[in-house]
């Protein structure tokens, strides 16, 4: 009879023991999914985005183009006619500018970006390989590198299918399209 007693006395802490130890053993595998779920979704978030610049064409978004270039020569105009004298030389130049830069709208049409899903960045122009590079997206941001030149990193604002829209590291506006 002691001896029944003796062992029932033993397993009742060994019980506690084992209930314990599956508690912890639960607790621990619950917070390795939840570190998984939160290490992983972001990787597949990230892996969709860089897909959406993949396997298409992408051409510099003209038409924002010409209103961007046509809303600064409207401001020029405008500061222009307040202006004293002494300035109004310095902002006709400026505006002949934007207007020059509007007779290269058909070059900056032809040129098209392509990332491939290696990395590979082609920038071909009419049609052409202009120059060959690198690409990667980390996040919000876009790194490039065009043969030896330096990489340009650039922060994206919108990027969908057919969408690009970038700030670039000078704060200038980047809008590409999808040709596809």
């Known amino acids: 009879m002691q001896r029944r007693e ?18 912890i053993r639960f607790l621990y595998l619950s917070l390795f999914f939840i570190f998984q779920i939160l290490f992983f979704i972001p990787q597949i978030s990230h892996a969709q985005e860089s897909r959406k610049l993949t396997g298409k064409k992408w051409k510099f978004d003209l038409l924002e183009i010409v209103k961007e270039m046509d809303f600064s020569m409207t401001v ?5 006619s307040l202006a004293p004298e002494n300035e109004k030389v310095t902002l006709q130049n400026l505006r002949s500018g934007v207007e020059s830069m509007l007779r290269f709208i058909p070059t900056i049409g032809s040129t098209t970006f392509e990332f491939k899903r290696n990395g590979d960045l082609l920038v071909l122009w009419e049609g052409k390989q202009m120059s060959k590079g690198k690409w990667r997206m980390e996040g919000k941001m876009l790194a490039m590198q065009l043969g030896d030149e330096a990489e340009d990193i650039i922060t994206i604002n919108q990027l969908t299918h057919n969408r690009l829209v970038a700030t670039t590291g000078n704060d200038s506006s980047l809008r590409l399209v999808s040709l596809e």
Do not use: A, G
């Open 6 to 23: 003796i062992l029932n006395n033993l397993s009742i802490p060994l019980q506690k023991n084992f209930v314990f130890n599956m508690k």
């Open 76 to 80: 020029l105009d405008s500061m222009t």
